[in-house]
Each structure stands twice: as structure tokens, then as C-alpha cells.
């Protein structure tokens, strides 16, 4: 069975659920560039967006980003150019807004990573892209929802839905080595960050909490970042104590997560996280790290004995507390067994 992956946002230095769903079902994904640090570079990107390119499995047509109602006709227009010419079986959408589900030419099984179901203007969730998203949803031939929660709050608009949650993949942390020593961290309590950096990731005050900590048997190291000024911002203000590695090539990634003693997932709390499994909290207890995290609803629900809670006022003192010995078996989470749950549901839904 051929498919075709739209991931909500592409990003091939991360690891991403759509990604290693069309790594182990053989599919196609689509990809695309789009840079909003400055308006220069949202220009160039855009028209850079607008040239087909194949690279193997990685596929990329024509894009238009604004404005959304004319430019997700044209989106659908090429990505049916596309169906054809690849001959696909199914479509799996993870993307919000650049498509039509409705006009696709292929059977469309929406993935939905994330609760875009709740109006939050702090992500660019309106209510008019949350509607947009509502009836592409009751399009779907089924949806696919990352947690519990979120599969309850499709059902009323589509009763085909699954949960899949999020995985890891084992064999990418076995040749990971710590990079403590490199880094001249040998000995010292390592707490770190990895991912996307955003206001609402509460990496700010995940900072401002290690800077009342701080000595030095201790160090913090963020990896991930952008050009936009959130994270300029940070990096100057807490450059001098904290490490900032940026975006670090996939192939290395591993080794980042190695480095940590505590993962840190500061998230502010809304629908959006609260019905989410973030893979950064089965990465960093798979490379070995406990996890401390904000009390994120569906995280807590979960019951992983390698998290721990608390409210980001109180940051600092559960960073500075010891944290529990845990032992977790991983092989139940692989994601070649997630892709498998969602080839399954696919081919149920054709």
C-alpha cells in the first residue's frame, strides 16, 4: 500500500511522528519551507515553496501560504497532481490549514498530533481555522488522535477515530554516547531542554528557575532554537550560564538526550498540551534521564514512573530535589509498532 504523509509542520532535523510513520510503512511525505523570522525570509522561503522536487520519499509541489481560503484550493490542486502521478492508496493529513480534505482525489485519514479543536490565539488558533479544521475532520475517512482525550473530543465529529500515541525508536539511543566530557560537564547534574523553542513551551521561567539553583555542580544546556526573537531573546539573556547548542543535524540528536540527567518540559497549560503526549518525555527517560515536567493533563494521566510534576512557580525546588529510581520497558512504544496500529487503521478505513 503506498501513502502520503503531510506532516503538521516539517521539520527533518526533529524527530516527528509522520516522519517514522513513512519510515516504516514505506510512504511518501510531503515537505515544505517556510521561514517567519523576518518578513525578507518569509518571502524568500515562500517562493522557494513553489518549486516541485523529489528526493526519494521526500516529495515537495508547489505551496501557497496566504491567503488561507484561495491558497488551500491551489495546495489541494497540486497535491491531487501529485496522488496521481504517485499512484498513492490513502493520504495521512497532519496538516491544519494548506488543504481542502474534502477535494483531496485520494482517501484521506486525518492524523491529528495535536488539539486544534479549541479556539487559542497563542498557537494561531481562530475560531474560523478551528472550524476549518472541524469539517476536514468530518471528511476524514477516519482520524487518527495522538491521546484519549483528544479521540473523545473527535467522536461527535467523526465516529471513525483511533488513538495512536506517540513512540520512540530504541535503536537511535544505542550508539548514543554522552557528550558531558566534550562539553567539559563531567560530574556536574545536567538538566536540559530539547525541542521546539516557543512562548508556550514556559522556557523562560524552565531558565529562570535553574538561574536560582545554579552552582557549580550543576549546568543547563537548551538544544533547538530558531531565528525568531523569543529565542534571540533568551539566548541573551541566559547565554552566559546557560548553554544554547541551536539546532543540532538529527544524526546527533541522540547524543544531546544522552547528556541529560533531567529532561525538562516546562509547557504552559492549555487544551493544546494538556491533551498531548510530548515523544521528548519518552526520549529523554529512553536515553536515561528522568523527566520533570509542568502537570500536563494527559502526561499525568499516563502514570510513567520516570516523571515527575509540579507547577512552574515551583521550577527550581523540584530541579533541585533527588529523583526516584524508575525502570521502564520501552518495546511496548516503538514506533515500527505504532506505524503497524496505523497501517492496520488505514487499510480498515479504505
Known sequence: MKLLFIPHVPNLGVVNRVYEFARYTGGYFLSWQIDNSTFARKVVSQL?????????????????????????????????????????DAVVNANALLFDVGRIEAPVVYDLVDDHLAVNPGIGLTEKRVAKIREDLRRSRGVVCVSEPLRAKVLPLNPRAVTIENGVSPERFERAESLKKPLGLAGKKVFGYIGGVEPWTGLEAACESFMRIRDPGNAMIVVGGSRAAYYRNLKKRFGNEILFAGPVAPEKVADWFKTLD????????????????????LEYALAGASVLSTPLAYLRRKGYPFVRFCEISEFAECMAAQPPAWHYDFTSCGWEKRAGELLSFVKGSL
Do not use: C, W, Y
Open 48 to 88: 522557494r515553496s513553489l518549486r516541485p522536487h523529489q528526493d526519494g520519499r521526500t516529495v515537495q509541489i508547489p505551496l501557497l501560504f496566504k491567503p488561507e481560503r484561495a491558497a488551500a484550493g491551489f495546495n489541494t490542486s497540486m497535491l491531487n497532481r501529485l496522488v496521481e502521478r504517485l499512484r498513492v
Open 262 to 281: 533531567v529532561g525538562l518540559i516546562p509547557f504552559e497549560r492549555n487544551d493544546f498540551t494538556d491533551n498531548a503526549l510530548p515523544i521528548k518525555a
